[in-house]
């Protein structure tokens, strides 16, 4: 596995590759070796596009090494919710045929291994409040507010 340190508004992003694809991100730290991949390359083009309002959808090959079958799909669910746009846990939980499992959903996106790529900050509680995010509240407000802007210009072309 390969970690490298890629710029991001509010701080630098620790991410990891391996032989497959992008495998890890992470808010704080870098756990392993720093070098350098195709992987690693291609994110971090795509991360500056992201936060430049420029990408609004990520194609760089991914690596899920851990997760149990519901985290699994839960994360499948998570890269479905467009860009721009929220969900609750309780509707992931509805969509994925189990309504009670709200809070396995967000335990599921707390062990989500690749924030921002996987769209975790897209969830929200269910008043709408922010509620829950590894990266802190302050970096899901940000990219969330990010989103909302982006989407707000293309949709009205300003």
């Known amino acids: 596995?390969?970690?490298?340190?890629?710029?991001a508004p509010f701080g630098p992003l620790a991410v990891a590759s391996d032989e497959h694809?992008?495998?890890?991100?992470?808010?704080?730290?870098?756990?392993?070796?720093?070098?350098?991949?195709?992987?690693?390359?291609?994110?971090?083009?795509?991360l500056a596009a992201y936060f430049a309002g420029e990408l609004t959808e990520f194609d760089v090959p991914l690596s899920v090494r851990s997760g149990s079958p519901f985290e699994r799909r839960v994360w499948a669910a998570l890269r479905e919710i467009p860009y721009g746009e929220m969900a609750t846990y309780g509707r992931i939980a509805t969509d994925l045929g189990d309504p009670g499992a709200a809070r396995a959903v967000g335990t599921a996106n707390n062990h989500n291994p690749l924030p921002i790529v996987v769209p975790c900050h897209r969830v929200v509680g269910a008043?709408?409040?922010?509620?829950g995010f590894g990266g802190g509240?302050?970096?899901?407000k940000h990219l969330l507010e990010l989103e909302a802007r982006v989407r707000v210009e293309r949709e009205f072309g300003l």
Request: hydrophobic letters at 35%.
């Open 127 to 131: 008043d709408g409040k922010l509620v």
């Open 137 to 140: 509240l302050h970096r899901k």
């Open 1 to 7: 596995m390969e970690w490298a340190l890629i710029p």
């Open 21 to 46: 694809g992008i495998c890890r991100i992470q808010f704080e730290g870098v756990p392993g070796p720093l070098g350098e991949s195709p992987y690693l390359d291609s994110l971090r083009e795509q």
